[in-house]
């Protein structure tokens, strides 16, 4: 295993049984994924962007260890990953924040059931709250927040956990263009302090490229790896207008014309 090597797929697939349209009571298999060999570095920021149904999710479940492939392995330094972990954290559309809770109370919650002290849970709640700009508000409750907000609680929850991966599903999805721009330049900033693995899966190719060392992209279901596009900018942070700058550009352009080739035709991207 390369010394710097996180997580690696090894022609992984995917398969659900499903029922058959075309025969009452009958099953068939349906295969989500195929054929998925890539790794992701240590601290490494990797975005995955496809059409919809090419299976991002189910490769997210993957390797969280929600699901186990039908074929193939994944493993994380150097060992098979056959369930989930506390090193693996998750962040996904909805905000999943328990309503009864204020912002404080929902990042302590999970660190209780962990067998976390109370005074450092409390400790650990508020740094992880300044990180995310939400000092200010910790004792509110999910529904006194915005949705930006509510989302930046899930972020800083996640990591409260102190995960090695931290694993997003389309986390800014349902979210205002503008907050959406806004949280990306924070999660990259909180990525380059933290310096976590940050596995991202979003439908935008414009996030895709602002956020990705490498961006995968994947092919329609089943889904497979297309191709791995480097995006060499560097100093996404310093420069405001960055997704002008004529290597964003480049960058977007290629990846937007690899989601237009013939195979895509048909499919919701
Ligand atoms: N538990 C399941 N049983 C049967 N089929 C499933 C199951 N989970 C996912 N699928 C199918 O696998 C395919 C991939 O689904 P998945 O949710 O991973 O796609 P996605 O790329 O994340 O889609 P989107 O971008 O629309 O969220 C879809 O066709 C879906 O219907």
């Not at 975005?47 to 490769?59: H, I």
């Not at 930006?148 to 899930?154: H, I, L």
């Amino acid at each position: 295993m390369p010394a710097n090597e996180k997580i690696r797929f090894e022609n992984v697939a995917k398969s659900f049984i499903v029922r058959d349209p075309k025969q009452k009571g009958a099953t068939q298999q349906f295969t989500a994924v195929k054929d998925l060999s890539f790794t992701v570095k240590e601290g490494e920021f990797i975005t995955l962007v496809g059409p919809s149904g090419c299976g991002k999710s189910t490769l997210l479940d993957l390797i969280s260890g929600l699901t186990r492939p039908t074929s193939g392995r994944i493993y994380m330094d150097g060992r098979e990953i056959t369930g989930p972990g506390l090193d693996r954290g998750i962040v996904f559309q909805q905000y999943a924040l328990f309503p009864w809770k204020t912002a404080r109370g929902n990042i302590e919650f999970g660190l209780e059931a962990k067998g976390v002290p109370k005074h450092e849970r409390k400790e650990l709640a508020e740094h992880f709250l300044a990180l995310v700009g939400l000092s200010a508000f910790a004792n509110r409750y999910p529904h006194e927040l915005s949705g930006g907000m509510k989302q930046r609680v899930a972020i800083a929850r996640s990591l409260a956990f102190n995960p090695d991966v931290l694993l997003m599903d389309e986390p800014f999805a349902a979210l205002d263009a503008q907050t959406r721009e806004t949280l990306q330049s924070e999660l990259l900033r909180i990525w380059q302090k933290t310096k976590k693995t940050i596995i991202f899966i979003t439908h935008g190719i414009d996030e895709a490229v602002y956020l990705g060392e490498r961006v995968v992209v994947l092919t329609p279901g089943p889904g497979t790896v297309k191709k791995i596009v480097d995006i060499p900018l560097k100093h996404r942070l310093d420069d405001a207008d960055i997704r002008s700058h004529p290597e964003f550009v480049k960058a977007r352009h290629e990846v937007w014309s690899l989601l237009h080739e013939l195979e895509y035709q048909g499919a919701y991207i």
